[in-house]
């Protein structure tokens, strides 16, 4: 079965550190990975997708097809990165995501 | 802008009734989506819809049933509410195509309590 795994449920860093939050992903083919992001009472959101290799307030992403990883990395946190992150890839052929369990990011001033 | 609204942002039902949720989105997608999201557990995906009065089940289909009658309008149906479909559930959609995935444009969510 295709899976995404985000090994920690909570990561707290003070603001102005650097931030990666992990995503690894089941072995299969090339697959289309994503970041969303879920703010405080906002709706869960796209942040970014690999295959546009952009960098979205800041965070990047890299695809490690070695390591079968797609962290999520920024170098330097706000207090306003503070937030839910769910990394997700696509399943095949029928437009589905499939979602990791989300790392919840707290960014201490 | 896409808009995914969806009926209530709060509901609470009681044990055995049969509850309704609705998602209605307004960017003519084919691709409608009802997932549950529980703390540690992330997103599971219910069921989703590809075209109007199609569905395919998702992950953790038991206890719920959907319906797609109109393009625009995707219903989530708990034929007798447990306390354990208890959670909060999202509504999304996208566009149909095949090989390069679109976004998901999600729904404000709708907080289901079964007491």
Not at chain 1, 30 to 49: A, D, G, I, M
Not at chain 1, 83 to 99: D, E, Q, S, V, W
Not at chain 2, 2 to 26: A, H, I, M, N, P
Not at chain 2, 50 to 73: A, F, H, L, Q, T
Request: proline share 4%; with cysteine; glycine share 8%.
């Amino acid at each position: 079965a295709q899976r995404v795994t985000q090994p920690e449920k909570l990561l707290s860093v003070f603001k102005g550190a650097p931030v990666e939050l992990k995503c690894n992903y089941s072995y299969s083919g090339s697959p289309e990975l994503f970041w969303y992001v879920q703010y405080s009472r906002q709706r869960l959101q796209l942040l970014l997708r690999h295959i546009s290799r952009e960098s979205i307030k800041g965070f990047t992403a890299d695809l490690n097809k070695g390591e079968t990883s797609f962290h999520l990395k920024k170098p330097f946190a706000q207090e306003e990165d503070s937030a839910m992150y769910y990394c997700a890839r696509a399943g095949g052929a029928t437009n589905k995501l499939i979602f990791g369990t989300g790392t919840l990011l707290a960014v201490q001033p | 802008d896409v808009k995914v609204t969806q009926s209530s942002r709060y509901l609470v039902k009681r044990t055995g009734e049969k509850v309704f949720l609705e998602c209605v989105q307004d960017m003519d997608h084919e691709n409608m989506f009802w997932y549950r999201q529980d703390p540690g557990l992330g997103l599971r995906l219910i069921y989703f819809s590809y075209d109007v009065k199609m569905k395919e089940k998702g992950d953790i289909p038991e206890g719920y049933s959907v319906s797609r009658e109109k393009k625009e309008r995707f219903s989530l149906i708990l034929e007798s509410a447990s306390t354990n479909q208890t959670s909060m559930y999202l509504c999304a959609s996208s566009l149909q195509t095949s090989g390069y995935s679109y976004e998901q444009y999600f729904g404000p969510g709708t907080r289901l309590t079964v007491t």
